[in-house]
């Protein structure tokens, strides 16, 4: 099983429903723990555990919580684990999909250049 903390880089947690125990999520590895993370890719990330009502201009919002498999527009993508058979996604997966929507009429302004940068909106310690 791979544990967090060998993971080389700042390991970046986006909170969900069920992570109560900051300090023990701080002690597991995730060394920034936040409700929103943007990405600098093509298109831009919004990284969220509930879809976001406004997402940034020219951003797809990835999230989860919605266990039933809904997406409210073209500009959210539904991780949650029902979604994915509870297995991870890589990010030139989750890249394709957006720009699949782009393609399908729905345009979704991106940044320009394909390498991520990150950007945290930091949730306070408790």
Known sequence: MLDIRDCPGNRILVLGSHDLNRAALREAGFTTQ?????????????????????????????????????????RHINLAVEQTDYSPVGLIWVLDKARQRQLAGQSIQGGSGSEASHRTARTPPP
């Open 34 to 74: 936040c409700s929103l993370a943007l990405c600098a890719t093509d298109p831009p990330l919004a990284l969220s555990h509930y879809p976001l009502r406004q997402i940034p201009v020219g951003s797809v919002n990835l999230h989860g919580h919605l266990h039933e498999g809904t997406e409210p527009t073209r």
